[in-house]
């Protein structure tokens, strides 16, 4: 599986976007990039996946470049509960191939 | 109840022990997983179960046994287990479709003596 790079940890203000970068330059043509979230000692909980168009759900959206080398998930209205870690995945399908790095501390600041 | 649940939420237990850790999925997935939480580390995926077979054992310790009777319950059963083997204990399940997402539960907390 492709590996992914994540800023250690982002700051952001409450009310305002948060905007999390990720890096996949070595990702394949079927790997999907999956975002999910782990707030404090809590289990990881799914934000939003793609392949190659942009998806947006009800949590956040999703933009993946042209090349599909870089992502970044955007939360479009951060609020204090959204103050969790966020790891980037690539993989061809979730199954036994999610492969969790460091991620990025986001703090949502009041 | 709805979504993935797991008993007991704290565990404490001595290396000479013998406990069972439990996991229940009411999202009618068939792929089941153990990951394993150290402080300050990365999750470490232990255990597949697709169907209830195991399909993936990331070189995890004998001292780790895993059970799953059917797709809906999985369990991590812990015997003569070390300090070092104290964190959180996280249960997950996936329906194993091409873009299966996985659902995680809210963990054990372990704290071996």
């Known amino acids: 599986d492709a590996k992914t790079t994540q800023p250690p940890s982002m700051d952001c203000a409450e009310g305002r976007a948060a905007n999390l970068p990720c890096n996949h330059s070595?990702?394949?043509?079927?790997?999907?990039v999956y975002w999910y979230r782990q707030i404090h000692s809590q289990g990881p909980q799914y934000i939003i996946h793609g392949l190659k168009n942009n998806e947006t759900n009800e949590m956040a959206s999703l933009i993946i470049t042209e090349d599909r080398k870089s992502s970044t998930l955007i939360l479009p209205h951060a609020t204090l509960r959204d103050t969790a870690v966020y790891y980037c995945i690539v993989g061809e399908t979730s199954g036994s191939r999610l492969t969790f790095g460091e991620g990025t501390q986001l703090t949502v600041n009041p | 109840e709805t979504g993935v649940t797991q008993t007991p939420r704290h565990l404490v237990m001595g290396m000479t022990n013998k406990k069972s850790l439990k996991c229940e999925q009411h999202?009618?997935?068939?792929?089941m997983y153990w990951y394993k939480q150290s402080a300050k580390k990365p999750l470490e995926l232990m255990f597949v179960?697709?169907?209830?077979?195991?399909?993936e054992n990331n070189s995890v310790p004998s001292r780790f046994s895993p059970e799953c009777p059917n797709s809906s319950h999985l369990f991590l059963h812990l015997h003569t287990l070390q300090p070092e083997d104290s964190a959180l204990y996280l249960c997950?399940?996936?329906?194993?479709?091409?873009?299966?997402?996985?659902?995680f539960g809210p963990g054990t907390r372990l704290t071996v003596l």
């Open positions: 997950a399940s996936s329906s194993r479709t091409p873009t299966d997402t996985q659902y």
């Open positions: 999202l009618g997935h068939n792929a």
């Open positions: 070595t990702i394949s043509g079927n790997e999907y």
């Open positions: 179960y697709n169907f209830k077979e195991q399909t």
